[in-house]
């Protein structure tokens, strides 16, 4: 085989690879946290946070807020920013003079939505179904055969007393070819 006759099979084997490593990937949502968190912080909210997840189009705002409305205020910045990309709200308010016993209400009151949680998913045997609970907010995680399973767990978390929001990042399974004769 001829030096140059190998080199041009190598480069396209390597195209060949690097095309189908690339066929999984879906594109990434817009970098908008800068944006954000500029936005959010020129409105007066120092004490919030803001993180992407660029791969699932998801931007997360934490840290702590004093009011209900102040919370309202963040997520409505985050989502004229954000565009299509879900706003995961887990600030936390805190209203002043109160900040501990606001903790405390806060830290039972997401114990008893992952108690519930649990038995939920129990209960309607969605055992691939993973899940985080921060300030009232239920992130469902894992791997589901079919859209319906994921529609499902995201009906019955929305369901659990005390949430405020579901983040549904549940990935359906490829599902694989079948035969029979």
């Known amino acids: 085989m001829s030096p140059l006759l190998l080199v041009l099979v190598l480069v396209v084997v390597a195209g060949a690879i690097f095309a ?18 500029h936005a959010i912080s020129q409105s007066g909210l ?3 946070s803001t993180s992407q997840d660029r791969e699932k ?15 309202l205020r963040a997520e409505s910045i985050a989502r004229s920013v954000a565009g299509q990309q879900v706003i995961s709200n887990q600030i936390e308010v805190l209203p002043p003079g109160l ?11 997401d114990k008893g939505i992952s108690s519930n949680m ?25 791997d589901v055969d079919t859209q319906e399973l994921r529609s499902k767990a995201e009906t019955v978390a929305a369901a659990v007393p005390n949430v405020e929001q579901v983040v549904n990042e549940i990935q359906v399974r490829v599902q694989r ?3 029979t004769r």
Not at 125 to 133: A, C, P
């Open 20 to 37: 189908v490593t690339q066929l999984d990937r879906s594109p990434k949502s817009a970098d908008v946290a800068g944006n954000i968190r």
């Open 46 to 48: 120092k004490d919030v």
């Open 57 to 71: 189009g998801v931007v997360t705002l934490g840290g702590h807020v004093t009011s209900d409305n102040d919370k």
């Open 99 to 109: 900040e501990s016993d606001a903790r405390k209400v806060n830290s039972a009151l």
């Open 118 to 142: 649990e038995a939920a998913l129990i209960q309607y045997n969605l055992h691939d179904v993973k899940y985080s609970v921060k300030n009232h907010v239920i992130t469902l995680t894992g």
């Open 177 to 179: 070819a079948t035969t």
